[in-house]
């Protein structure tokens, strides 16, 4: 049985990132949405700009790892740091594919 694509809604900044081809890893806080299961290299992906039904990116997890928040690069500490207060967390950094075709 085939995984239903996995929806991951995201601010202007970063789906503008992923739709221009800049961006290629997305940052959440580890946990039960965000485990190496849920996020299986292999499974589709719909990138949505917002939760509405327009502005959407088809794609394709291509790495995940779960790093201490400390341990990655100073510019995704600093976005750690703007969205959740903290560096003292998991965090899932999640590969993605976006259909070329959609770029």
């Not at 049985?1 to 995201?10: D, G």
């Not at 996020?39 to 990116?57: D, E, F, H, M, P």
């Not at 400390?70 to 207060?85: C, I, N, T």
């Amino acid at each position: 049985m085939t995984q239903k694509a996995l929806f991951i809604p995201l601010c202007a900044e970063p789906y503008e990132g992923f739709a221009a081809g800049t961006k290629v890893h997305e940052l959440r806080e580890y946990g039960p949405r965000w485990t190496a299961e849920v996020c299986a290299i292999g499974r589709a992906v719909t990138l949505s700009k917002g939760y509405g039904k327009q502005n959407r990116l088809s794609g394709v997890i291509v790495s995940y790892s779960r790093t201490p928040a400390r341990f990655l690069s100073k510019g995704y500490q600093e976005a750690v740091k703007r969205h959740y207060g903290t560096l003292d967390i998991d965090v899932a950094v999640i590969g993605i594919n976006v259909k070329e075709n959609e770029k």
